[in-house]
Nanobody, 123 residues
Framework: VQLQASGGGLVQAGGSLRLSCQAS????????MGWFRQALGKEREFVAA????????IYADSVKGRFTISRDNGKNTVYLQMNSLKPEDTAVYYC?????????????????WGQGTQVTVSS
């Protein structure tokens, strides 16, 4: 499974971006998918995840109420709508396909990773 993330860019604080991540195979439709991010000099951290059919979603406390994860299994794609962006949201954002159908917040639960897309929020 290959993952192609897109939608990153430079935005002012308070602005919005929508990230997309398309998987190359239908395998992903039976698995949870997630978004993680890694800021310069910091460890990769969980952002959001969605289970295989979209019924359950989990978020990091730092993005609750601002970010929304969704998926379209017909397009093998997961999305991350990011609103009210803050400078501390600046990072490389990675999408991933989980080992199982249930959403998870730890990197060890994910099997395939995309190449990352840069999000920069200016103050």
């Amino acid at each position: 499974v290959q993952l192609q993330a897109s939608g990153g860019g430079l935005v002012q604080a308070g602005g919005s971006l929508r990230l997309s991540c398309q998987a190359s195979k239908r395998t992903s439709s039976n698995n949870a998918m997630g978004w993680f991010r890694q800021a310069l000099g910091k460890e990769r951290e969980f952002v959001a995840a969605i289970d295989w059919n979209g019924a359950s979603r989990i978020y990091a406390d730092s993005v609750k109420g601002r970010f929304t994860i969704s998926r379209d299994n017909g397009k093998n794609t997961v999305y991350l709508q990011m609103n009210s962006l803050k400078p501390e949201d600046t990072a490389v954002y990675y999408c991933a396909v989980a080992l199982r159908s249930r959403a998870a917040s730890v990197t060890s639960e994910y099997r395939y990773w995309g190449q990352g897309t840069q999000v920069t929020v200016s103050s």
